[in-house]
């Protein structure tokens, strides 16, 4: 029991271990934006008629389809993307912070009990701690990311095949 105590007292009565914990929290609210934005911008981009169909539809001579294909469209989902890649490369970005954490708590935990070494047990604690939590939150982020970046990637995909399908319409109607 007293081994858990220690723990506890490393995780919860550290500031820097409670640092870790909050990034955690803080890293989760960009993974809860990230996945929002994309699967929002996922829906608009494929439900309905395609954009390319659209844009077939006004060279076979159905020009109402290609109208309703206004140029605020592509503003929208430009700002959507846009959106969605800010909070995609927040939360991505935070994951790599967390074993680079991990191992500033091992160097802070082990500096005290070289000067101090009475303090060895609690520095160890602290210093192994601190490793844990960053390699812990660090390939629980990853998981999800994994998970994300498959969405993420099918609309940029996506984006990026919609703007030049439409630059190619718009000059060849030029």
């Known amino acids: 029991m007293e081994n858990n ?8 009565g550290d ?6 914990l909050l990034l955690a929290v803080v ?5 809860y934006k990230a996945y929002q934005h994309i699967q929002l911008l996922k829906k608009e981009l494929y439900t ?6 659209k844009l077939i539809s006004k060279r076979l001579g159905k020009p109402d389809a290609a109208e309703r294909l206004g140029k605020d469209d592509f503003h929208r989902w430009e700002e959507m993307y846009r959106e969605a890649t800010r909070w995609y490369h927040l939360f991505t970005g935070m994951i790599s912070v967390f074993p680079l954490l991990g191992v500033g708590g091992t160097v802070l935990g082990i ?16 210093a192994l701690v601190s490793t844990l939590l960053g390699v812990l939150f660090a390939i629980f982020f990853k998981f999800f990311e994994s998970f994300l970046s498959g969405s993420y990637t099918l609309v940029s995909e996506r984006i990026n095949t919609l703007t030049v399908d439409v630059a190619r319409f718009l000059f060849e109607k030029e």
Request: glycine letters at 4%; charged letters at 5%.
């Open 27 to 31: 890293n989760t609210f960009f993974l």
């Open 5 to 12: 105590s220690i723990i506890t007292t490393s995780i919860f």
């Open 111 to 126: 500096i005290p009990a070289v000067v101090d070494f009475s303090s060895v047990q609690s520095s160890f604690a602290l």
């Open 48 to 53: 309905g008629e395609s954009v390319l169909e």
């Open 15 to 20: 500031g820097y271990n409670i640092l870790i």
